[in-house]
C-alpha cells in the first residue's frame, strides 16, 4: 500500500513538472541555413525577414529604422534595429549603414581573428567572428568598399546555430543592395600619349 501511495505521488509531481515545462516556450533550434536569394518579406526595405527570423529566432520582431541610399553623396546611411517582442524588448539585431568606412578596421579584426568575407561587391573587403566570450551568441559582420561601411550586429543570437556564419550569410544578402555604386573605389587615372606636336 505504501509503494502505491509513492508511485501515486511520483507520478503526480512528475506529471506537474511535465506540464509546467510544456508551459515555457522552448521550441528545438531551426537549424536552416540562411537563404542564399534574398527574397521578400523585408524589413527597412532591404534586409530579408525570413533570414532575420532564423538567425535571432524572433518571429515577427519589432523593427525600426530606414536606409537612405542618396544620402552622404549616394554612399547612402541608415540603420535597421530589431527587437524582441516580449518581455523588455531587446535589441537582437542592427544593421548598419555609414559613409565612413574604413579598411584599416576589417585589417584590424583580422588581426585580432576574425575570419575574412570573400569579396561580395567587387572592390570590397570584409569580416566576421563571433564574441571570444560567447555571450549572448553574439557574432559581427563588416564590410567596407570605398567610404562605405556596412555592418552586421547580431546582439542576441540563437543557441545551437553558427551565428558567425549567420552574420556572413546575411552580408552576402543585403551588401548588394546597400552599398551602392557610388562607394566603388575610383579608378587609377590612365596614362594617355601626349599628343604630338607637328
Known amino acids: 500500500m505504501r509503494r502505491t501511495r509513492l508511485a501515486i505521488v511520483t507520478t503526480l509531481i512528475c506529471g506537474a513538472g511535465m506540464l509546467t515545462?510544456?508551459?515555457?516556450?522552448?521550441?528545438?533550434?531551426?537549424?536552416?541555413?540562411?537563404?542564399?536569394?534574398?527574397?521578400?518579406?523585408?524589413i527597412?526595405?532591404?534586409?530579408?525577414?525570413?533570414?532575420?527570423?532564423?538567425?535571432?529566432?524572433?518571429?515577427d520582431p519589432l523593427v525600426r529604422g530606414y536606409f537612405d541610399l542618396?544620402?552622404?553623396?549616394g554612399l547612402g546611411d541608415g540603420v535597421c534595429a530589431v527587437y524582441q517582442r516580449g518581455g523588455d524588448r531587446l535589441k537582437v539585431l542592427l544593421v548598419?549603414?555609414?559613409?565612413?568606412g574604413y579598411p584599416g578596421q576589417i585589417k584590424e579584426d583580422l588581426d585580432g581573428?576574425?575570419?575574412?568575407?570573400?569579396?561580395?561587391?567587387?572592390?570590397?573587403?570584409?569580416?566576421?567572428?563571433r564574441?571570444?566570450?560567447?555571450e549572448n551568441n553574439a557574432a559581427f559582420a563588416r564590410l567596407v568598399r570605398g567610404k562605405a561601411e556596412l555592418s552586421v550586429q547580431l546582439e542576441i543570437g540563437v543557441e545551437g546555430r553558427n551565428n558567425a556564419a549567420d552574420v556572413?550569410?546575411?552580408?552576402?544578402?543585403?551588401?548588394?543592395?546597400?552599398?551602392?555604386?557610388?562607394?566603388?573605389?575610383?579608378?587609377?587615372?590612365?596614362?594617355s600619349p601626349s599628343p604630338k606636336k607637328g
Open 131 to 134: 564574441r571570444a566570450s560567447g
Open 44 to 59: 527597412c526595405e532591404y534586409v530579408p525577414l525570413r533570414a532575420v527570423e532564423l538567425m535571432t529566432g524572433v518571429r
Open 21 to 42: 515545462g510544456c508551459q515555457g516556450e522552448h521550441r528545438p533550434v531551426d537549424r536552416t541555413p540562411l537563404p542564399t536569394v534574398a527574397a521578400p518579406p523585408y
Open 70 to 73: 542618396t544620402s552622404a553623396g
Open 96 to 100: 548598419d549603414l555609414t559613409p565612413g
Open 168 to 191: 556572413a550569410a546575411l552580408m552576402k544578402l543585403i551588401a548588394p543592395k546597400l552599398i551602392t555604386p557610388a562607394s566603388a573605389p575610383s579608378a587609377s587615372p590612365s596614362t
Open 113 to 129: 581573428g576574425a575570419s575574412p568575407l570573400p569579396e561580395i561587391v567587387p572592390g570590397s573587403i570584409g569580416s566576421y567572428f
